[in-house]
């Protein structure tokens, strides 16, 4: 069964600071990783989707990378604002046909000005 | 329209109603799924639907009934629910011309509180 870990559960850094996220899975046969941002209360926004055949994918101050065959991702934020306060998932994709999405418990993200 | 969209946002229910969730996308996308999530908990996988047809329940209890109607539209119908029930409901969909690289676009949920 695929266990997604995120680490560190919380994170408190002030403004201006580059950080890193990350995510690990226990099985490697993923289609897809994806990252989201949650505000409270709110809806998932897809922040970065990287390919199971890809390294990086990058997005603004985002850049989200992929290890599969060592089953970890990280997602770097340069430059953090406080707006970038949020919880930030990571989720895979597998299963028959990718019908699955499993998530992480999420990083709670406070940007301090 | 690259978005979901569900109604209601806010949903307040006694444990005798019937309500429904609706969930609504435009992009062509079909494979639609319900998800349910906790206060500090990340989203759990209820039900999937593609091509509007159920494929994966995941031993959703029966008080929680989804319906496709066609490949736009999504329901959750709900009835005598426990105020454990009380979460966010999110939507999300997930186009299937190219399985690989299709990334899920989720909705702003639907916040139910069972009284």
């Known amino acids: 069964k695929q266990e997604v870990t995120q680490i560190p559960a919380a994170l408190s850094v002030p403004e201006g600071e580059n950080l890193v996220l990350n995510c690990s899975f226990t099985d490697s046969a993923i289609y897809n990783l994806q990252w989201f941002r949650q505000d409270p209360g709110k809806g998932l926004t897809s922040l970065l989707l990287?390919?199971?055949?890809?390294r990086e994918q990058t997005s603004g101050r985002l850049n989200a990378s992929l290890d599969k065959s060592s089953g970890r991702s990280t997602l770097y934020i340069a430059a953090s604002q406080p707006g970038d306060s949020a919880t930030y998932l990571c989720?895979?994709?597998?299963?028959?046909?990718?019908?699955?999405?499993?998530f992480g418990a999420g990083t709670i993200l406070r940007v301090k000005s | 329209d690259t978005e979901v969209t569900q109604t209601p946002k806010h949903l307040v229910m006694g444990m005798t109603n019937k309500k429904s969730l609706k969930c609504e996308q435009h992009m062509g996308h079909r494979a639609m799924y319900w998800y349910k999530q906790k206060a500090k908990k990340p989203p759990e996988l209820m039900f999937v639907?593609?091509?509007?047809?159920?494929?994966i329940n995941e031993s959703v209890p029966s008080r929680f009934s989804p319906e496709c109607p066609n490949s736009s539209l999504l329901n959750l119908h709900l009835h005598a629910l426990q105020p454990e029930d009380s979460a966010l409901y999110l939507c999300?969909?997930?186009?299937?011309?190219?399985?690989?690289?299709?990334?899920?676009?989720f909705g702003s949920g639907t916040r139910l509180t069972v009284v």
């Open positions: 999300a969909s997930r186009g299937t011309g190219t399985p690989i690289g299709v990334g899920y676009t």
């Open positions: 990287i390919q199971s055949s890809q």
């Open positions: 639907y593609s091509y509007e047809k159920l494929s």
């Open positions: 989720a895979v994709r597998q299963g028959e046909y990718g019908n699955k999405l499993v």
